[in-house]
């Protein structure tokens, strides 16, 4: 009778191989929690920027409603009945800290308040309204 040789099949995974998985797990983890990160600091930046355009807007509208008016005297009050979607206040802005920062109405354009350019540069169009 003749007797089959063949080679025992493998019914485990090497401790190699279970390290080698859970390292490239780990490794894609790490590579989506960077990028949901940067897209959340993305979406902050663009709610940011568009609600800096949006009290410009007013800011504009009420100079022309009342153009002698000097920029250093308006106020919210003058300015909220010219914002848009209806909002009773002048919005804050949340930073990529998470604190929320006023806008400065006195300068045109309005600047956020305590926050600086996180690129650091005051020309490149970034956190820079009216540039």
Not at 95 to 121: E, H
């Amino acid at each position: 009778m003749k007797t089959n040789k063949t080679t025992p099949h493998r019914q485990a995974l090497t401790i190699v191989e279970l390290t080698v998985v859970i390292m490239v797990m780990t490794i894609l983890v790490s590579a989506t929690t960077f990028t949901v990160t940067a897209y959340q600091n993305w979406q902050k930046g663009l709610a940011a920027g568009e609600t800096l355009k949006a009290v410009y807007q007013a800011q504009r509208l009420y100079l022309a409603d009342n153009p002698t008016t000097p920029v250093n005297q308006i106020t919210a009050a003058n300015i909220t009945p010219y914002l848009p979607n209806g909002m009773a206040a002048i919005p804050t802005i949340t930073g990529l800290d998470d604190k929320a920062y006023t806008i400065t109405l006195t300068v045109s354009p309005p600047v956020i308040n305590g926050y600086t350019d996180p690129s650091g540069s005051p020309t490149d169009g970034q956190w820079d309204a009216g540039k």
